[in-house]
């Protein structure tokens, strides 16, 4: 993927949730090295989170993350 396509992918995801209800993590768990670039959503009014690490950055885990929590949310009809 290139960083302009990441870029303008990155800024799709983000609306997909209404401002203020995702808190994003982007400290990793102890187990992780610091530079690992694992992220997790969370959808605040609900409280389902997501974590994704399966990718090389940052902004591509967090894309991944936002698709799977959007999902999960629509799952519980919210």
Request: proline share 8%; hydrophobic share 40%.
């Amino acid at each position: 993927m290139g960083i302009e396509f990441k870029k303008q992918l990155y800024e799709e995801v983000k609306r997909l949730f209404s401002e203020g209800t995702l808190e994003v993590l982007v400290a990793p768990p102890k187990e992780l090295q610091p530079t690992d670039p694992a992220i997790r959503l969370v959808h605040t009014p609900t409280g389902i989170s997501v974590d994704c690490n399966e990718y090389p950055s940052q902004i591509e885990n967090y894309i991944a993350a936002a698709i799977r929590l959007r999902i999960a949310c629509d799952a519980k009809n919210v």
